[in-house]
């Protein structure tokens, strides 16, 4: 084989994933929550009556697996789940007041755990590194099998 997998990108991005979901548990594991759990509840508490389909593509998740997501929150009494009063196939979500506790009290490891991962780089070489981060991620998004659309990037007054 004429390929090293040291010299390709996309090893040591699934090797950074690793490392940031380990590092991610390692430092919220007292709340017993998931990386892609807790971007689920941070973006319905930031935008409160948000639709699964909505929610899925802000965080970049497959629409077709959100679902047992939000069924994880739901079941511990984190999120809830509401009919939209013009169409009963759409589901609406709220955090509650535990969800809402949650993300407070997860949000220092949360932090620490960035601050972890990011602590190999001299300081000034972390906002270059973000930079070029979402440059990639911005730049290969249609490739994704579940493309994001974070609501800031979004046009205003768009449906949900």
Do not use: C
Not at 18 to 32: H, K, P, R, S, Y
Not at 114 to 127: C, G, K, S, V
């Amino acid at each position: 084989m004429s390929v090293e997998v040291d010299n390709l990108p996309g090893f040591h991005i699934r090797r950074l994933q690793q490392i940031a979901v380990a590092v991610f548990l390692e430092e919220t594991q007292a709340d017993g929550i998931t990386p892609v759990q807790y971007a689920a509840l941070n973006a319905v508490g930031r935008e409160p009556g948000i639709d699964q389909r909505t929610l899925a593509r802000t965080i970049g998740f497959d629409t077709s697996t959100i679902g047992s997501v939000i069924d994880r929150l739901e079941s511990r009494g984190l999120m809830k789940r509401h009919t939209h009063p013009q169409d009963r196939r759409v589901r609406l979500l709220t955090i509650t007041p535990d969800g809402r506790r949650l993300l407070e009290a997860v949000e220092p490891g949360m932090l620490r755990a960035q601050e972890r991962m990011l602590e190999p780089l001299a300081p000034e070489q972390r906002a270059v590194f973000m930079d070029m981060l979402r440059t990639l991620v911005r730049g290969n998004n249609a490739l994704s099998r579940a493309p994001s659309a974070p609501l800031h990037e979004r046009a205003p007054g768009r449906a949900r």
